[in-house]
């Protein structure tokens, strides 16, 4: 149960991080880590493919010192996605995180 709270996680996080610039794998492994989190790109390149199949992200082929790098920005599904996350996310650690006495 941890794991998939943890993954549910992640793909908050990325679209957090895809509102605010357009973020690549490497980007976000990176960010990723320094929260704690411990994911490669067998586990994030998935998740990224599939929150653009699902409409919440757009990808963007640049090329960048002879290769090319995929941008994701996120769409307006996207951004409702994350606002109904955050306000699921508020209501859920309101609830469980709140002191007994």
Do not use: C, W
């Not at 998939?4 to 992640?10: K, S």
């Not at 994701?72 to 508020?90: N, P, V, W």
């Amino acid at each position: 149960m941890v794991r998939e709270f943890i993954l549910g996680a992640i793909k908050i996080h990325i679209l957090y991080h895809a509102k605010i610039e357009p973020i690549y794998g490497s980007f976000m492994i990176e960010e990723l880590r320094s929260h704690g989190y411990e994911i490669g790109p067998g586990t994030l390149y998935p998740y990224l493919h599939n929150l653009e199949k699902a409409g919440y992200l757009t990808r963007e082929d640049r090329k960048e010192n002879g290769r090319i790098r995929k941008y994701y920005s996120i769409t307006k599904e996207g951004e409702q996605a994350l606002i109904d996350a955050k306000r699921m996310l508020r209501e859920l650690a309101k609830e469980v995180l709140r002191e007994e006495y």
